[in-house]
T-cell receptor, first 114, second 111 residues
């Protein structure tokens, strides 16, 4: 079966712009989580959506937002981009939240802010 | 203090060596303990998970959890060049709770 699909794979944006990243979870999965991965900080949790509701949120500024649609696809948006937002953004889907089995990551979107 | 601490390495070993990767944590509520492997330009993939304390073995991989010491380990026996990747530990307090990841240990297995 198809895995977690993230688009686009690579993105270059200018400081001050905004960006929207997309994640299509595995069919049947209702939970989608977003992470930011940087060399210094590792994977940092952004937020989790379950059945269109935000269930958990990490410690990121309000410039980072997300949503989930009725088909479980999710988008995350970053407004007023800063150089420090350059990172690999990973999406993970699972049937339910907090269960380690069936928690599957996509290959990520590499965002570069110049 | 970070929830999860992991030595970033890098770790370089000869093929066939036994590799030991470790993480420590501070939150005693963690119940699920996981190890992920991440190849370059890929997302992490789940290698193993354990619930609560104890050992779990899967082929060449063994995961150990010592909740009294708040310490988890992943052992790789007979390491292969294909094991070269970054290994991330992750933990969760349970269903409905978020995962906390270590920063990852970069491993290179030299043929």
């Amino acid at each position: 079966k198809a895995g977690v699909t993230q688009t686009p794979r690579y993105l270059i944006k200018t400081r001050g712009q905004q960006v929207t990243l997309s994640c299509s979870p595995i069919s049947g999965h209702r939970s989608v989580s977003w992470y930011q991965q940087t060399p210094g900080q590792g994977l940092q949790f952004l937020f989790e959506y379950f059945s269109e509701t935000q269930r958990n949120k990490g410690n990121f500024p309000g410039r980072f937002s997300g949503r989930q649609f009725s088909n479980s696809r999710s988008e995350m948006n970053v407004s007023t981009l800063e150089l420090g937002d350059s990172a690999l953004y990973l999406c993970a889907s699972s049937i339910d939240s907090g269960r380690p089995y069936g928690y599957t990551f996509g290959s990520g979107t590499r965002l570069t802010v110049v | 203090q970070k929830e999860v601490e992991q030595d970033p390495g890098p770790l370089s070993v000869p093929e066939g060596a036994i590799v030991s990767l470790n993480c420590t944590y501070s939150n005693s509520a963690f119940q699920y303990f996981m190890w992920y492997r991440q190849y370059s330009r890929k997302g992490p993939e789940l290698l193993m998970y354990t619930y609560s304390s104890g050992n779990k073995e899967d082929g060449r991989f063994t995961a150990q959890v010592d909740k009294s010491s708040k310490y988890i380990s992943l052992f790789i026996r007979d390491s292969q060049p294909s094991d070269s990747a970054t290994y991330l530990c992750a933990m969760s307090a349970g269903t409905g709770n978020q995962f906390y990841f270590g920063t990852g240990t970069s491993l290179t297995v030299i043929p």
